[in-house]
């Protein structure tokens, strides 16, 4: 018999992953992988490095969750856009989190989308580079004012592609 693993999907759909061949040998599949990361704020427009690939390959990030659990408490207004880039010290490469509220505390989760303050476009998932690549980092820009007090952990989903 199959070993095979059955998923609801946000929208209800079923997904069912057959993880062998037919004959009991198992599939190439790939894992998904989870790791976290730090906020720590920073003042108004700064760049603050949340988190590198750990791995030695190419990955996709497909969904990022955060729990704020400091709110910048500055002042209404303050946001913080969440994107890729080469250092953790800009934001070269695509957003995948727009607009979540710096001051209130919760759980944010980029895959519902643009989330509010500022929100424009986002990317649903997005690729990083090996470790030490050309685009390997997750960065935070804290908009408005000085998000300083802020403090916030940062889930991230992935799997390798290589």
């Not at 790791?35 to 390959?57: Q, Y």
């Not at 934001?91 to 759980?107: E, L, Q, S, V």
């Not at 476009?121 to 997750?138: H, R």
Request: aromatic share 12%; glycine share 12%; hydrophobic share 40%.
């Amino acid at each position: 018999m199959p070993l095979s693993i059955v998923r609801v999907t946000d929208r209800g759909e079923i997904n069912k992953i057959d993880l062998t061949n037919g004959f009991g040998a198992p599939q190439n599949f790939k894992v998904t992988k989870y790791d976290t990361g730090a906020m720590a704020g920073a003042v108004a427009d700064a760049f603050e490095s949340v988190w590198e690939n750990p791995e030695s390959v190419p990955i996709i990030v497909y969904r990022v969750v955060i729990n704020e659990t400091t709110g910048a408490g500055v002042g209404a207004g303050e946001y913080v856009i969440m994107g890729t880039d080469a250092d953790g010290t800009g934001m070269t490469g695509g957003t995948f989190m727009d607009g979540f509220d710096a001051n209130a505390t919760g759980w944010y989760d980029s895959a519902f989308g643009p989330v509010g303050l500022g929100a424009t476009t986002q990317t649903a998932v997005f690729y990083l580079d090996e470790n030490g690549g050309t685009t390997s980092f997750i960065t935070a820009q804290y908009k408005v004012q000085d998000c300083s007090p802020l403090v916030a952990v940062v889930h991230i989903f992935y799997f390798p592609i290589r």
